[in-house]
């Protein structure tokens, strides 16, 4: 249970045990030496896939940790995308997304917008649900990404 | 040399000639039983890449043709990015339009946008400089492909 004074705990207990699988990614993916963002598609509270960016890993320009798991979960339907949440560990690029309006997903449940925010305004736009949940762990994750890795981070936004 | 007749005569040289590089791969993509999408990366008139839309190819949802062929350049500067331009058969799809934001490539030639356009004012809010080819072999693959692999080409954009 989250202490009552985590600022995360408003999240509902699917959410939060969604969004530290995708902090899990996260980890992983810093351990191997990547970018720590991890990313999970589940529908109705089962997990399709779970991703992380793959940049350093796999060499992946388009990798983030949201298009690895859609990747991941493979060829679906448009009536299953629309059932779904998104879990991202950081607030979306314009290609996370685009991915996300691509295939209508509802709902994105971000870990944190502290440390990058771009295209929150578009997806709001196009009727998107955003939880964002200021989690510290992601901040933290990032806020080392961008000391110890600044110049894979930049590569990774097209900075 | 198009004849004078062609509407598409209005293009430079170079940029005729990269387009129809993304027409072959769009070809290619028809001849192996997918959707016939393709896209070339190009700097000064260098190709960096090649791609095609691999969703049947590959069981790919997100390697279509700009995004196949953004990763096929591999990993890559901001500083190269900037000084590209993006050849794609169709107009852009959300995602594809969010990876060349992401990456800030300044000129997309565009095929065509008769059977398909969702990014175009985005692009442009962005400060995109978009040329549209209107070229008729590229509206030929689309106007097939809606027609005898419909169900694919709707999984392709959610719908």
Redesign the interface.
Known sequence: MPAASDPTSFLAPEDRRLLDLAIEQAELGWDEGGVPIGAVLARGGEVLSVGRNR?VQQ?????HGE?DA??R??????TV?KECTLYTTLSP???????A????IPRIVIGENRNFSV?EA?LAEHGVELVVADDERCVDLMDRMMTERGEIW??D???
């Open positions: 940049r060499g992946s320009a388009i990798l298009t859609l990747e979960a493979g060829r679906q339907p448009a995308y690029c314009f290609m996370c997304a685009g991915c309006l691509l295939y209508k295209s578009l930049n590569e936004i097209g900075e």
